[in-house]
């Protein structure tokens, strides 16, 4: 598992870092490489196009790889779906990163399809993401087929170890004791993204202050039936 950052937290910027990658390391280094790829280093594929469940780190990892591409000085544009008009940037050496891309209306498909095509002209690079593999994809059949075209990761969601070991360290940085039995209640029972699992250690991190108790399964379900939602 990729080792820990200090700033993971639900408020975080999104970077590469405090992405956890469990078993997506591949795909984090690929995207690493794409952020800083020029015209005098270019990819094997320019494109890469990552699927997966909600909540497995889509955006995150989009976000991310846009955040480090500007950093290292690449024109970079981030667009969502319902921002995807009748063009995209055309920037050349650029990178266009294009979330949801199975939510595309049809006139934006055509303006996907047409950005592929000047891609080898301008050396701009796509960075896509949908819920599905691309023969999967409710689109056009020719942009399904251009974006099969190039690199296809799908991005893996973390095992219930990986969480658990996630959970336990960041509580131990905080100075929290917190019991295997609350960290496994959350596993069967809660929602498993795991900002959902941070925001609820941000919950019970106040809460244990406020009322000067340990971190406990009575005391988190006390919470839950104030309103907490896990």
């Known amino acids: 598992m990729k080792q820990l950052v200090l700033d993971i937290r639900p408020d975080a910027p999104p970077t590469l870092d405090n992405f956890v990658a469990g078993a997506n390391v591949e795909l984090v280094a690929a995207l690493s490489l794409l952020a800083s790829t020029t015209t005098a280093t270019p990819l094997p594929s320019a494109h890469i196009y990552l699927w997966g469940a909600p909540g497995c780190g889509r955006s995150h990892l989009l976000r991310a790889t846009a955040a480090l591409a500007r950093e290292q000085g690449r024109p970079t544009h981030l667009l969502a779906a319902k921002d995807v008009q009748d063009g995209l940037p055309e ?6 990163a294009v979330d949801d891309v199975d939510r595309l209306a049809p006139e934006a498909q055509i303006a ?5 095509n000047r891609s080898r002209g301008n050396a701009q690079s796509l960075l896509l993401s949908g819920s599905a593999a691309p023969l999967g994809l409710g689109l056009r059949e020719d942009l399904r087929t251009r974006i099969g ?3 296809i990761y799908e991005v893996q969601p973390l095992d219930d170890d990986a969480r658990s070991a996630i ?9 929290l004791r917190l019991a295997d039995e609350v960290i496994d209640f959350l596993l069967r029972h809660g929602r498993r993204e795991l900002s959902s699992l941070l925001a609820v250690l941000d919950a019970l991190d106040v809460a244990s202050l406020e009322r000067k108790r340990p971190i406990s399964l009575p005391l988190l379900r006390e919470m839950m039936q104030h309103g907490l939602e896990i």
């Open 149 to 151: 075209q190039g690199l």
């Open 112 to 116: 996907l399809f047409n950005a592929f």
């Open 91 to 96: 920037t050349v050496g650029g990178l266009v």
């Open 167 to 175: 959970l336990a360290t960041l509580a131990e940085r905080r100075g």
